[in-house]
């Protein structure tokens, strides 16, 4: 299978993963080195995803590209959203990579909201 198949194939079976979790993800349409949105897989509020299956991953430029997509996608939408790498080769499972400061400000919320259920 070539890498475009695979790549769009991880791509469809990532965002059926989200859709699980109930989130209505979807992948995006691929135009000829372009996208109608520059994220692989949208749908999964204030993430700007870049999916990768594939075997061997430089996990650094894919967070690069991450970013800059990210990037991008702010100057036109209006709306900033975190990169981050979505991951996985075969026979394991999906692995999220972040760059720290953008994983503190979810983690932020989610034990930000955590204390607020302790004083209920």
């Known amino acids: 299978m070539n890498s475009k198949k695979k790549g769009a194939r991880g791509e469809r079976e990532l965002a059926k993963v989200l859709r699980e979790y109930g ?21 999964l509020p204030y993430i700007h995803i870049e999916c990768k299956r594939v075997e061997k991953l430089n996990i ?9 997509d990210a990037i991008t996608a702010y100057l036109f939408d ?18 999220v990579t972040m760059y720290l ?20």
Do not use: C, I
């Open 23 to 43: 989130f209505e993800t979807r992948r995006t349409q691929q135009y000829a080195g372009g996208t109608e949105e520059s994220a692989d897989v949208v749908g």
């Open 60 to 68: 650094d430029e894919a967070m690069e590209q991450a970013r800059g």
């Open 78 to 95: 209006d709306e900033q959203n975190l990169p981050a790498v979505f991951h996985r080769k075969n026979g394991k499972k999906w692995k």
């Open 101 to 120: 400061d953008d994983w503190m400000k979810l983690y932020q919320e989610f034990y930000s909201g955590k204390r607020l259920e302790e004083k209920e």
